[in-house]
């Protein structure tokens, strides 16, 4: 199942639920059911509510999808009419990993550094703001962050139970879906604060891009391999810069599974539905690798540029830059 959050057409959402998206699902031919106007209880229900009591809401979900010929059609709109915001537009939380070696090798080799051996021993991550995370659409960013603003082509899941001090299974076993993340970062204000080694901030507090839906894992079986290491998942990861092709990996390439990052997280610590997990760049995925690598030179996103990020089963997240004259 494809969920998503979304603001319906003027005139047909009132109240605080169209204020703050209402909950649906997006199905084959650009259609999105409208769960609220489909079925009376599940009208009010965020997705963070769904994901917490998904034992209820996921079957009146599925049962809605189990009826499609025969539904309603005011409750079926066309993709093209409502406004998808993040799927998750407040999550609970958001960790973003460091699983790609690839991304990693390039950006040290780049900066004159060897490969960091701590990287096989552990996986990382960082927190970032989950208070202002966006979807498909607008990026709206001030000049400052102008100054070198670069993509970051990455996938997340979100935590679907509680956990802690999991095994790799049960790591797994707490995923409740994927989507497509987009990392923005201000490189300019990153490079700065970096030098002090406490972790990005600036550079990467002011957004990032989730959706442009919620894929449930059950829809990405046939990608998935388990391994002795937790799932591996099959899935062409590629962004392209105003129609371009820039970035082209997979995210089987990740040297960390989502279940390594969870169980890391989890040492110790109890994490909720909710909680957002990211995989970290693919390689090749942003223009500080690509620069420094040569493939691109001196390419950063500016006002007017379209960058969209594409991966197999997850659909295609698409984010255009403005510049905000009041940030």
């Given at each position: ?125 960082y927190f970032t703001n989950h208070l202002a995370v966006i979807g498909p659409g607008e990026l709206r960013v001030g000049r400052d962050r102008l100054k070198r603003l670069d993509f970051e082509l990455e996938a997340f899941c979100v935590i679907g139970k ?166």
């Amino acid at each position: 199942m494809k969920l998503v959050t979304f603001l319906p057409p003027a005139g047909e959402g009132s109240g605080v639920t169209s204020r703050r998206g209402r909950l649906g699902a997006r199905v084959d031919g650009g259609r999105i059911l409208d769960f609220a106007k489909l079925e009376r209880q599940l009208a009010g229900v965020t997705m963070i509510d769904f994901i917490q009591d998904s034992g209820v809401h996921m079957p009146r979900a599925q049962a809605l999808l189990a009826m499609l010929p025969e539904l309603s059609y005011s409750g079926i709109l066309d993709e093209r009419r409502v406004s998808l915001l993040s799927p998750l537009p407040r999550p609970v939380s958001i960790r973003d990993g460091y699983a790609f070696r690839q991304h990693v090798e390039a950006a040290r080799r780049n900066r004159g550094l060897p490969m960091i051996p701590e990287f096989d021993r552990f996986p990382v991550f960082y927190f970032t703001n989950h208070l202002a995370v966006i979807g498909p659409g607008e990026l709206r960013v001030g000049r400052d962050r102008l100054k070198r603003l670069d993509f970051e082509l990455e996938a997340f899941c979100v935590i679907g139970k509680t956990v802690l001090n999991p095994t790799l299974a049960e790591a797994d076993e707490a995923i409740f879906g994927y989507g497509i993340m987009n990392d923005f970062s201000a490189r300019a204000l990153q490079a700065e604060e970096m030098k002090l080694n406490l972790g990005p901030a600036k550079g990467k507090d002011f957004a990032t891009a989730l959706g442009p839906w919620l894929v449930t894992k059950d829809e990405l079986a046939p990608r998935i391999e388990p391994t002795s290491s937790g799932n591996v998942i099959h899935a062409r990861m590629t962004a392209t810069v105003n129609g371009v092709l820039v970035s082209d990996g997979n995210l089987s390439q990740m040297s960390w599974t989502f279940a390594q990052i969870i169980q890391r997280a989890a040492d110790g610590v109890m994490l909720g539905p909710g909680e957002v997990i990211g995989s970290g760049t693919v390689g090749t995925g942003c223009f500080l690798e690509l620069n420094g690598s040569g493939v691109t030179k001196d390419q950063w996103l500016r006002p007017g540029d379209v960058v969209s990020l594409a991966i197999d089963g997850l659909g295609v997240l698409t984010n255009h830059v403005v510049e905000d004259p009041s940030r």
